[in-house]
């Protein structure tokens, strides 16, 4: 069974930090490319960080370069997001998702996770 599982989200304060962590299990994923992507209430889900299969090319949205870094462990089945200086705008439902091909587009992405809620108080 293919599961993505997402953990570490959580409440903290603007200005605050949150390492979120993405577990893959039931395939081999060291080929795929992992996103996240994260929905806010009442809005479309949208791109936030990619990573390429050997973790040496990443892309970033806009609203979140130079807050957020995405990584993968060398066993490629944790990706992890590293967000720090978080804004009351970064609260979304953050998941993970994997694709077979380099793309911001989560129409390209053949699995997800279930979600982890983050939650930034101004």
């Known amino acids: 069974q293919v599961q993505l599982v997402e953990s570490g989200g959580g409440l903290v304060q603007a200005g605050g930090s949150l390492r979120l962590s993405c577990a893959a299990s039931?395939?081999?994923?060291?080929?795929?490319?992992m996103g996240w992507f994260r929905q806010a209430p009442g809005k479309e889900r949208e791109f936030v960080a990619l990573?390429?299969?050997?973790?040496?090319?990443?892309t970033y949205a806009d609203s979140v370069k130079g807050r957020f870094t995405i990584s993968r462990d060398s066993a490629k089945t944790t990706t992890y997001l590293n967000m720090n200086s978080l804004k009351p705008e970064d609260t979304a439902v953050y998941y993970c998702?994997?694709?077979?091909?380099?793309?911001?587009?989560?129409?390209?992405?053949?699995?997800w996770g279930q979600g982890t809620q983050v939650t930034v108080s101004s």
């Open positions: 998702a994997a694709a077979s091909r380099w793309s911001s587009n989560d129409g390209e992405y053949d699995y």
């Open positions: 039931g395939r081999n994923f060291a080929s795929y490319a």
């Open positions: 990573i390429g299969w050997s973790g040496g090319m990443t």
